[in-house]
């Protein structure tokens, strides 16, 4: 099958589910740091990054021996059979990176939807309450828990419910699109008020940043408004930072930017440099209020994955990628503000770290949506050389997730890219 996927593609329709849906109709041959090459041999910048998974590029090279190593030595044998060194040692480095002053404790996973699922179950069996609060627009994963908690209904939720029971949503704070802090905060409470109280409630779950909503950052009162208010009630506050994670906000974890101390943090993504591995991270108290057996799975924890997370924390601390990421978003911010004047689609350009969004819309007065744009706007950009995806509640944001080690000069090459594509996708 050649390199155009497209959904004429008779391989494809006839073997893959018409469910999954494939970003950019293309074959991968290879990759390495922030670059892919399909199969015809063409080059592309990587502005998707595995879906924000790679912060410390394609097939890093100390990733890769980390990993051959271990498998000379085993590749599996599920930590509840057994225990190995790299799943201690990881939680162990984990625990003093998301808490450095007090007792926390992890369990590993293989998803980030698992990591959800447990925090949720972890926070429950502590409360011994039933209740979830979550927000509108966040995104959590594609199980029955996941999609219940994700505030997007399309395409999400599509015809797959009866959704899981006792999950509320409240607005999440957008300041492009009117919800200010004060409402925010407002609308939780009425939440307490006439839909569940406040001791039926065991977790407030949010992303620090909402990924697929649109790149969308808590403002700083707000966080430290709901950790405030979750310390008052009793409710275990859980930060999902899955896709924020690891640098992609320009610090280590997301809750850092408000200077709050969530009781649980789901990871995962960029967490073991493309291995799939996900994990809780939470308050020794909390984490130990669940008794032996509740927590676990088959293949969470894996060897593989753990020993390419130790090697991604090293690959931080010595390649000064914290610092890469402020000045990659600095880079992108300054390039796409220039191109602001010449397109007034553009209705909003955000960035936190390296963490971009650019939000198309029909007219900026009245910030009408246009994802039709931001598609068109994507699929010029692929022509080009430069791959990036679409997020927001109305697909009409387009987002870039470069691995963290790309140049300055890859930066302004997919500037140009991107204006290119700007300018074919208007004519």
Not at 213 to 225: H, I, R
Not at 280 to 300: C, F, H, K, N, W
């Amino acid at each position: 099958m050649s390199s155009n996927l497209s959904n004429n593609s008779l391989a494809y329709t006839q073997h893959v589910s018409r469910g999954v849906a494939i970003a950019h109709p293309i074959k991968v041959a290879r990759a390495s740091g922030a670059h892919l090459w399909d199969d015809n041999g063409k080059k592309y910048l990587d502005f998707v990054g595995g879906i924000g998974v790679l912060n410390v590029g394609h097939n890093h090279p100390r990733i890769v021996e980390a990993v051959r190593k271990q498998l000379e030595s085993f590749s599996h044998v599920c930590f509840q059979v057994a225990a190995y060194e790299p799943y201690i040692e990881l939680a162990a480095k984990l625990n003093a990176l998301v808490s450095p002053s007090e007792p926390f404790k992890s369990v590993f996973l293989t998803t980030g939807a698992e990591a959800v699922e447990n925090a949720v179950k972890i926070a429950r069996g502590y409360t011994n309450r039933p209740g979830v609060i979550a927000f509108r627009g966040g995104f959590h994963g594609r199980t029955l828990m996941g999609m219940t908690l994700t505030g997007m209904s399309q395409p999400y939720r599509q015809n797959f419910g009866p959704f899981a029971p006792d999950i509320y949503h409240a607005p999440y704070p957008n300041e492009y699109r009117g919800v200010t802090t004060e409402k925010a905060m407002a609308a939780l409470q009425e939440i307490f008020d006439t839909q569940i109280a406040a001791d039926r409630v065991a977790a407030i779950i949010i992303e620090p940043v909402q990924g697929d909503g649109g790149f969308v950052a808590a403002p700083v009162e707000f966080m430290q408004a709901l950790r405030k208010k979750t310390q008052e009630l009793g409710i275990v506050l859980i930060c999902d930072e899955i896709q924020t994670g690891f640098g992609r906000t320009g610090k280590l974890f997301g809750f850092q930017q408000s200077g709050i101390q969530p009781d649980l943090v789901t990871v995962a993504k960029s967490l073991a440099g493309g291995l799939p591995l996900s994990g809780v991270v939470g308050r020794a108290e909390i984490m130990d209020s669940i008794q032996p057996g509740g927590l676990g799975g088959t293949y969470g924890g894996n060897p593989l994955g753990c020993v390419a997370a130790l090697e991604v924390i090293k690959i931080f601390e010595s390649e000064d990628l914290l610092e890469r990421s402020n000045a990659i978003g600095a880079q992108l911010l300054d390039g796409i503000k220039a191109m602001e004047g010449r397109f007034s689609s553009i209705g909003d350009v955000r960035t936190i770290g390296a963490m971009t969004a650019v939000e198309f819309v029909a007219d900026r007065a009245t910030k009408e949506p246009d994802a039709a744009l931001a598609q068109r706007v994507i699929d010029a950009a692929r022509a080009e050389g430069l791959l990036v995806i679409k997020c927001g509640i109305y697909r009409n944001v387009v987002r870039f997730i470069s691995p963290l080690v790309i140049s300055e000069q890859d930066v302004a090459e997919a500037l140009g890219m991107f204006e290119r594509a700007l300018v074919a996708s208007h004519k």
